[in-house]
């Protein structure tokens, strides 16, 4: 981009028009109720927003709307710990025995190390977060015994799985260390220093804030309907914390992140370069036309997603925001839908890399099955209450799956004339893949983002 500042100026306006217009026509296509994106390429930031803050308000989507971060609250989790690690005050290769007294003798103590939680390997089976019990009544007392009777299902360091419980105890390991909450951490070294002014989802801790509501699509009547916004507890608070922000504010950490601005001075060029790097492999999953795309790896924070994209996805209940970057280009990007829609998120996400690359995101190679399906069939265990039947009929697999509170789900895949394995169902956002242990050898499966292990 050229040092020009007019030029700089029309290829800014420019950019807005472009974006604005498409955004508008997504929202209209969709029925998406709201939609609010901010874009820093290369020091020039533009925002653009279409629909409302709820599909029964008039009030509409701007910049100062915040949406409820969720899982990007990971990503905050690893930049405090990885400031820790680089002020030497700990360790990732650190048992958690260490900081963590109540714990020190047993299985998850000796074994599980910090970087285990930083990059979703730690391997035991996890909890159901959709068990109200768990979302909004879980206690240190509680995840304690639970790791210490939980069964491992895969060795620690060799399988990704997206466990919310890891960066919870990241949280309380860091709080040992620093004698600070999580929250309070992220206010004195990531949103002070940047000028960030975070809400709340509880209404009870909420300013004035201009929140977007949640909502779901009900399929019975092909609508979307508001839905409740309810924060997960103060345990989740360092992996699924009830926090809210605009979207210009999350664009502010997005591009310290990928290297665009200039770190505040409370963190240091080499954490924010820790969170970045990569270190465990994600198998391939494969799912129905709008499924959730799943990333390549992950490392100690951030996710590489196709295009060679760094970044963290955030859903609550009734919202999804993602945040991207591409620190090769200098492109910063982050959005936030008032309505649980993962599929129309990534395709903006990768819709507007691929424009401003001049360019489509590619997709991740994809690798032929290397056995035949019959031996996939088996029954497979992921976190508490869940498990996944396979049956080989005929030519294709079935893949049932069962939880305490839902109705089965049935993903019915085949393989293609290339030898890959793809779903043939309309399984909405689900994806599925198989994959063998890198330790073991033994068949596992992926759903999603999350492992499970064959008995």
């Known amino acids: ?19 604005q217009t498409l955004v508008r026509k997504i929202r209209k296509d969709t029925g998406i109720p709201g939609i609010c994106l901010a874009l820093n390429a290369g020091g020039q930031q533009i925002t653009a927003k279409a629909g409302t803050l709820a599909i029964d308000s008039q009030t509409e989507i701007n910049e100062d709307t915040h949406f409820q971060m969720g899982c990007i609250s990971k990503l905050l989790t690893a930049l405090v710990a990885a400031e820790l690690i680089e002020a030497g005050k700990c360790d990732p290769d650190d048992p958690i025995e260490k ?10 103590g000796k074994n599980l190390a910090i970087w285990h939680l930083l990059s979703h390997t730690s391997g035991y089976r996890g909890i159901n977060i959709s068990d109200p019990g768990s979302a909004w009544y879980y206690s240190w007392p509680k995840c304690v015994d639970f790791l210490k009777t939980t069964p491992q299902l895969f060795k620690p360091g060799y399988v990704f799985s997206y466990e919310h419980t890891e960066y919870a105890i990241l949280a309380g390991i860091i709080k040992r260390i620093t004698g ?25 801790k909420r300013l004035d804030e201009n929140y977007a509501a949640d909502h779901t699509f009900n399929r019975n009547v092909m609508k979307f309907e508001k839905a409740r916004s309810v924060p997960f507890g103060d345990f989740w608070n360092g992996s699924l914390s009830g926090i809210t922000m605009n979207m210009r504010d999350l664009l502010r950490i997005a591009s310290v992140i990928c290297g665009i601005s200039r770190a505040p001075s409370a963190m240091s060029e080499k954490a924010i370069k820790f969170t970045r790097k990569q270190v465990v492999k994600l198998p391939q999953t494969y799912g129905s036309a709008r499924h959730e795309q799943i990333p390549g790896s992950f490392g100690a924070g951030c996710a590489l997603y196709r295009g ?10 009734g919202q999804s925001c993602g945040l991207r970057f591409d620190p090769q280009n200098n ?11 993962p599929f129309f998120r990534d395709s903006i996400i990768n819709g507007i890399f691929g424009m401003l690359r001049g360019k489509p995101i590619p997709p991740f190679p994809e690798e032929p099955l290397e056995s035949s399906p019959g031996d996939l069939a088996g029954i497979y265990i992921g ?46 956002h689900y994806s599925l893949g198989f994959f063998r242990e890198p330790d073991s050898g033994a068949y596992a499966l992926m759903l999603g983002m999350i492992a499970f292990r064959r008995l």
């Open 1 to 19: 981009m050229s040092g020009n500042l007019p030029e700089q100026q029309n290829f800014q306006k420019t950019l807005q028009v472009h974006i």
């Open 99 to 108: 900081y963590l007294e109540e714990l020190r003798g047993t299985e998850r």
């Open 383 to 428: 976190p508490q209450d869940c498990t996944i039947v396979v049956a080989c009929e005929g030519e294709q697999l079935v893949c049932t799956l069962h939880d305490r509170d839902s109705l089965a789900v049935r993903i019915l895949m085949r393989q293609d004339e290339n030898g890959v394995l793809r779903v043939v169902s309309d399984t909405q």
């Open 180 to 204: 600070s909450d999580i929250l309070d951490l992220y206010r004195e070294m990531i949103f002070q220093p940047l000028g960030i002014a975070a809400g709340a989802v509880d209404v009870k």
């Open 308 to 317: 060679w994209l760094l970044g963290h996805n955030g859903s609550a209940r």
């Open 331 to 341: 492109i910063a990007m982050v959005i936030g839908i008032n309505a649980w829609q």
